[in-house]
């Protein structure tokens, strides 16, 4: 293959790449609603030990797995702000209403993603 | 969907991001294999601002611009590590030879990605 089929190629994985960043993204704010309704919060350490391994069990190289979770790092950092944007404009919009969002969310739910880091 | 089934579909996609990420590594390799046969340096800011611009142009949402850019300075990141690696290893195998490897590599080329950042 040529320089420039090799850049096409990685383009187009590129494109692919955004996605599915964006599914998971859309994944993520749903499970972010979630979270308003049944107080769970934002940060669980234990979940986030479950996406390492689940993506190090997935690798095949080349990559290592080393270098594989510094790139997981970073989006599951992205994807933890996004939710936790969200549930902020949520719980904004629940104060500012008084009454409670449609889709039974409960207003008394929110203080509890202050436990998120 | 419930918070399981959420976590369900994170998880497959986060098994087909390992592979994609694995796809365009194997590529990012051959890219430094042509590297080394054509003194091209790792580092070129033009081809990363044309990859940056693809990825934005690709992005249909949730993620923002700019938060898709972060994850994608760590892919960047991690991928020229790996070509930088592998470039490494093959100007060391050219050397230790002192004649020329495999496939017409010319050991002339090697000092050219002393360039890199």
Chains 1, 2 share one sequence.
Do not use: F
């Amino acid at each position: 293959m040529t320089l420039e089929e090799l850049r096409a190629q990685i383009d187009a994985l590129d494109r692919q790449l955004v996605e599915l960043l964006s599914e998971r993204a859309r994944a993520a704010l749903m499970i972010g609603h979630l979270k308003v309704k049944t107080s769970l919060p934002v940060y669980e350490p234990a979940r986030e030990k479950v996406i390492y391994q689940n993506v190090r069990a997935a690798n095949k190289g080349p990559l290592p797995d080393i270098e594989l979770t510094l790139i997981y790092e970073r989006i599951i950092d992205v994807m933890r702000a996004l939710q936790r944007n969200e549930l902020a404009s949520e719980r904004a919009a629940l104060k500012g209403q008084g009454t409670g969002a449609p889709d039974g969310d409960t207003p008394g739910s929110a203080p509890e993603i202050r436990k998120e880091k």
